[in-house]
């Protein structure tokens, strides 16, 4: 079957118009990271720019830095009321507005891999329970709209002292995201507080903390947290922090299908490379810090681990009984799990 060149150019033609018969919108969102971390670099200098690329300049994004507008705790009220186009957060730090946000935000020790909870929110029905979650709460029904959620890397643990097992974790301080994480904590006779991760090196520093629930190791290293907090614990005991990509819904409505279709690829994609480079650049780290000898990496036994799981297993159906979304919050994810041959 032939095809004449100028239908070839009509159709580039219209695909072209989809995007640009509409005026160009840049999107302004907020994210967890700090200015100077690897995940912000990431994204404002490698994957922002490619948004505009894909939808020909009708859409392009500015990823602004941790409060750089509204405090952490606060981004949903700022996209729900159009003060912020967007937010690109951890789903944990809304855990004090309903507890099914601890259990979607990081199932502590629940997966083994960024792409497993990856695969549960993108195709599992995760980003369809965080919406359902949204639309429960007065201040954000029917006003956000959930693009997608996924970690980028399993975190690491950053320690002064050097804590080999569960047993080792009683009577530390350590800074913890807030409500599922924190109660793992203290289930197993740790301190834990909420620290922003923009104050976690002064607290380390100035004994506030002994140790840190973080973020991944190659972001751990880029704000020199080793230098004081030299036995990491790599991989993390936890799981990893699940963020989100939520926009103001009535903007997102107002977008084409093209434009749409454009951004939620635009995501997945954005996601996807980051946790495959974070992985690299974590494995490269480690492997340079183990031979260098300063730094000393912990790596738990597979029996450490699983008494950990134990414990935060508990903990997860502890917090599901708080409320019916909780539950099913939980049970959404089990149910995923048991699919996959997880459990």
Known sequence: MKFKFTSILAFLAAITLSFTNV????????????????????????????????TGGSLSLTVLPTKAVVPHRETIDAVANGILDGDLNAISYFAGRDPAFAIIGDLIAG??????????????????????????LKVTAGKLK??????YSREALVSKKKITGVAGLKGVKIRSPEGLAAEVFR????????IPFSEVYTSLEKGIVDAADASAYVNNTAHGMHKIAKFPIYPGIHSMANLQFVMNKKLYNSFSKDQ????????VAAYTTMRRLADMEDKELV???????DITVVDWAQ????KFRKIAVGAW??????????REALNSQLNYMKKMGML
């Not at 159906?317 to 909780?326: D, V």
């Open 23 to 54: 005026s160009a919108k840049n999107i302004k969102v907020q994210a967890s990271s700090k200015a100077g971390d690897w995940a912000h670099k990431f994204m404002t200098e490698q994957y922002a720019p490619r948004l505009k690329a894909m």
């Open 111 to 136: 997966y083994d891999t960024p792409d497993q909870l990856q695969s549960y929110c993108m195709v599992g029905g995760g980003k369809e329970m965080l919406q359902k979650i949204y639309d429960s």
């Open 146 to 151: 959930v693009i997608g959620c996924s970690p």
């Open 187 to 194: 289930l197993v006779g740790a301190a834990p507080s909420s």
């Open 260 to 267: 749409q279709t454009a951004l939620e690829t635009w995501y």
């Open 287 to 293: 492997a340079r810090d183990k031979a260098g000898g």
């Open 303 to 306: 029996e450490e681990r699983d």
């Open 317 to 326: 159906e502890a917090y599901a009984k708080k409320t019916p979304l909780a």
